[in-house]
């Protein structure tokens, strides 16, 4: 089953604009990472916030995070034509025997028009 | 430094059938993971593998197998394949004891 429920399925925006994808996870975590997609091919790792922490940057991502909701939120500011791609989050939990196991949501897929 | 990577990238089966896909780690990391992604979903966790041994197990059933060699690379089966089973399957590895995963470039399954 998939935890995590991005929020929109699809966002259109204009080259330049700002885009805020949004996820709500059900189970408390470890730590919650997103990751981006391009056309079915593998994921790529974007960024990463921990459970003790509210908000992360990395280049032009902005990450936040509220335990007390449950949700966190992706901005990409400043977006490119090279941005399009299916944005995922994955809650990461540990399941023993110094495993951890990480749960998908669907996805935002994410189209910037030049 | 080479990262994760699969094979085939294609592969086209038909109902019944079996299919093996193969993954090499990225250089350290000696945990693998397995996940399928259908169509417009996210991925679902298969299994996970360390020191040769199935770790932790998804919901899936038993048709789905895996094995680890000494080398850390990996192999996942899938035995009387279904249409339902068509789905992009994604190797994932990590250094045990680490909660990042490293994703390779997944193989595309067709069951007709």
């Known amino acids: 089953s998939q935890q995590g429920e991005e929020d929109p399925q699809a966002l259109s925006i204009q080259e330049g604009e700002n885009a805020t994808m949004n996820c709500s996870y059900k189970?408390?975590?470890?730590?919650l990472q997103w990751y981006r997609q391009n056309s079915g091919r593998g994921l790529v790792h974007l960024i990463l916030i921990r459970s003790n922490e509210r908000e992360k940057h990395s280049g032009r991502l902005r990450v936040t995070l509220d335990t007390s909701k449950k949700s966190s939120s992706l901005l990409i500011t400043a977006s490119r034509a090279a941005d399009t791609a299916s944005y995922f989050c994955?809650?990461?939990?540990?399941?023993?025997?110094?495993?951890?196991?990480?749960?998908f949501g669907k996805g935002t897929k994410l189209s910037v028009i030049p | 430094d080479a990262g994760v990577t699969q094979s085939p990238t294609h592969l086209i089966k038909t109902r019944g059938q079996q299919v093996t896909l193969r993954c090499s780690p990225k250089s350290g990391h000696d945990t693998v993971s397995w996940y399928q992604q259908a169509l417009g979903q996210g991925p679902q966790f298969i299994f996970q593998?360390?020191?040769?041994?199935?770790?932790q197990r998804g919901n899936f059933p038993d048709r789905f197998s895996g094995h680890q060699f000494p080398n850390y690379s990996s192999e996942l089966n899938v035995n009387a394949l279904l249409l339902g089973d068509s789905a992009l399957y994604l190797c994932?590895?990590?250094?045990?004891?680490?909660?990042?995963?490293?994703f390779g470039p997944g193989t595309r399954l067709t069951v007709l």
């Open positions: 189970t408390s975590i470890n730590n």
């Open positions: 593998y360390y020191e040769e041994e199935e770790r």
């Open positions: 994932a590895s990590s250094p045990t004891g680490t909660d990042t995963q490293y």
């Open positions: 994955a809650t990461v939990a540990p399941s023993g025997a110094g495993s951890y196991q990480l749960t």
